[in-house]
């Protein structure tokens, strides 16, 4: 198979006549074709290189030998299902266990994972999907906790306790569930959530959560599917992030698991295995947990370890955060900067009081980035948040090209508003147009620092509450 | 990786362990090992070759050469998600769109299929999963049509009209949900009914019942995830068996699409795929339509063709069916055989007037045929239908060798439990104990021939019928 058949022209009449409309493509107006990629890089059908920052289903890098292997020996060997015995599929689920807390023993292998946006029991519980929905209702037995972002959200840096109160928000519900006559079944969460706008929650939060949920006779399901496998640095899974002492009771995996191979995973408890056992249902999939998935898994554990990709997460994505921090102490468009490893975000803001989202700012960027060849994204409610989240291979050079790109079209754009710093706002030259106002001075929220606010920002802090609820 | 690491024990212990006790392993008793699968052969640890009739899903052959090829030649190259350009994809929507009547021309790719399994709303439409469940309640907005069985159902071989008479029952089900209020969403069936029993509807059915559907406002769905991609062998959509002016208003394709490879597919028209993209819902996935699916999925279009497939699943299918009907004149427990190529069913019965179902026999040649090396099930609603769904390089020897040793099974049985052919009665040994009654004689059920029935017949129908209600 050549690496391209048709023109691009081509390809693209071929994908609006028999391809879904609903399904769209990255740059619509100028689609990318990708022939082939390799690590962190994807290569057009002009062998034009683009550096990938957003593709973590490519988790160990693009076409990774090791992987490609031993799924191809794999697939001349034997590809069937698992109601055949198969030493691929156990030796897979004791090494993803080895990664896990102990409790966590039992697993079930699909092959699409807890992905949102297919079925409507998945998308009922996904707000960033229902929404999508022109005739959008929440289903009667969903309820949506407040995200626990500490920089746009209800409760913020400044706030002593946010995790006790994003937490109580949740039992909140629960009462009003109560109250109502329901029952709980169960709480879920991205670990940390990437498409609610790389919003890292609270350490505690998650343990709190739990202790409500469980006391109301309900499971809590970490949702590593974007953000497990090593990218936080620090930890295998990201719900470790929140404490030694949380162990949720279900966990869901996918994307990175199979570094593009459609596979995923949940993982759970023997309490909870039994207790589905005990609905009758028997549980088969026809691909899940197959002899060339489980072989394809087990390289990608492999590839980890080997090349310690984790490691590798922890100090390129401290560097690229780093990186992004003096992006913010130069760049007033850059509100907030945070990350664990390589899951990193960027927000931009119009105004650092108000928090406006610099919604066209952050689509003005991913396209101009696109036309350097460097593919990012943004997302998160307001989809003014920069996203990172390359294949673990990515490195410091990476990093540095990318951030250069992104302080080169950061200082352009923000010429044309006439958007300074505010405090260098007194040393320029007055003739530029400027929307901020001089109580933002000392309001620059930095991740993971409390401090001080002032009157204004408690008063955008409610304006915002307001219009979420 | 070696094809064996542990040892059978150990991987049953560690299946015990880490494996969810919802996911069965075929013969809990003493299950097999399988670690490699060549065409239609399945071995063992030891080496031991097992024929395999039962994985439909290695629709060209396991492990084939030409699939493995492309496979692993495009996981060097790319795989990537479809929010790229890519040719892979269009090329094989263009190859689908080719087997199809004209009107299905969008596709949406996906890679777990119309699989009823998993998810609540799925299950929901699926009689055959929702009766598993301990406190099983069929949802308000899903109503189960009567099975078009000729052999079982209300109306059979010796009804005048049974595709109209099948039709006027879901045309009754819409009316229903008329008088309460309710619209109609759509009509899901597969083509022919696989877990339902190998059941063939009569011709002309779909088109009656797409009339009733379609007035109703709704869309006829045809599910062809076991039986498509030329397994009944005159045609390659198990829906066009019903006649040249039958369109689907969508058609569901997985299980061979890739020959073990999680990929599937949804195709529709162009006006239900607007209809969809009206909804404001962005449709995508993850793993759906990459260019390693792709270029897997075009490599078993191509070995359909090049090696004729579809011709030896008319051919070979037509001689296994010509091979069982031979039993069904030598063995009273066969009470119907019924198949379209390599789609084929022998439903075991104790009584051929009452058709109890001989279930347990059912099971005991399966067991025995797995003993013997031969990998065969039982399914249907009373799980005693002989399933045939095996990889299309199925051959006439194979069909010989598994017909053999169902013949001296069945001699067996029908020796332990006394049964004799109705005809051959008057010239048996008296000794022999026997439950069949002299009103079955000329009642002998064949496919596809109708016949006058006696009373005695049209008695058990009436029974069977209330039972089913």
Chains 1, 2 share one sequence.
Not at 124 to 142: D, G, R, T
């Amino acid at each position: 198979m050549t690496a391209e058949m048709f023109p691009k022209e081509k390809t693209i009449d071929l994908r609006k006549k028999h391809i879904g409309p609903s399904c769209k493509v990255f740059f619509s107006h100028d689609p990318i074709k990708i022939v082939r990629a390799k690590g962190q890089y994807m290569y057009d059908e002009n062998g034009v290189r683009y550096l990938d920052c957003i593709n973590n289903v490519a988790h160990v890098g693009h076409s990774h030998p090791m992987v490609v292997k031993a799924g191809a020996e794999q697939m001349e060997l034997l590809n069937t299902n698992s109601r055949f015995l198969h030493d691929n599929l156990v030796q897979y689920a004791q090494r993803l266990q080895a990664t896990l807390p102990e409790k966590l023993s039992v697993c079930y292998f699909v092959n699409s994972g807890a992905y949102h946006g297919h079925v409507s029991s998945l998308i009922n519980i996904s707000p960033y999907k229902f929404h999508q929905l022109a005739n959008a209702e929440q289903s009667k037995s969903v309820h949506v906790a407040l995200s626990p972002d500490l920089y746009r959200g209800n409760y913020r840096q400044d706030h002593p306790d946010p995790a006790t109160a994003y937490a109580d928000d949740v039992n909140n519900l629960i009462q009003k569930a109560h109250e109502k006559g329901h029952k709980v079944a169960a709480f879920i969460a991205e670990s940390l959530q990437s498409c609610g706008g790389q919003v890292i929650p609270p350490a505690g939060y998650f343990q709190k959560v739990a202790q409500h949920v469980h006391r109301a006779g309900g499971l809590f399901i970490a949702d590593e599917v974007q953000v497990g496998f090593g990218r936080v640095g620090t930890h295998f899974w990201a719900f470790q992030l929140q404490g030694e002492d949380f162990v949720p009771d279900i966990v869901t995996m996918g994307k990175p698991i199979g570094n593009g191979h459609p596979m995923s995973c949940v993982v759970t408890t023997r309490e909870v295995a039994e207790a589905f056992k005990n609905s009758g249902m028997e549980y088969f999939n026809t691909f899940g947990g197959n002899p060339v998935s489980c072989a394809i898994g087990l390289a990608v554990l492999d590839v980890i370890e080997k090349e310690d990709l984790q490691g590798n997460a922890l100090r390129v994505g401290g560097y690229l955060t780093r990186l992004l921090e003096q992006q913010k102490e130069k760049h007033p468009l850059v509100g907030d900067v945070r990350g664990r490893g390589l899951f990193v975000g960027a927000e931009l803001v119009r105004d650092r009081v108000k928090l406006t989202p610099a919604t066209a700012e952050a689509q003005d960027i991913i396209y101009k980035l696109k036309e350097q060849h460097i593919l990012l994204s943004a997302d998160g409610p307001h989809r003014n948040v920069l996203k990172f989240k390359p294949p673990m291979c990515f490195s410091e050079e990476d990093a540095d090209m990318v951030v250069e790109k992104i302080d080169q079209i950061l200082t352009d754009i923000e010429k044309a508003l006439g958007l300074q710093m505010p405090s260098t706002v007194h040393t320029e030259n007055g003739s530029r147009k400027r929307n901020v106002q001089p109580e933002e001075n000392g309001c620059h929220h930095s991740n993971g620092i409390s401090h001080s606010h002032d009157t204004s920002q408690q008063h955008a802090s409610q304006q915002n509450k307001r219009l979420r609820s």
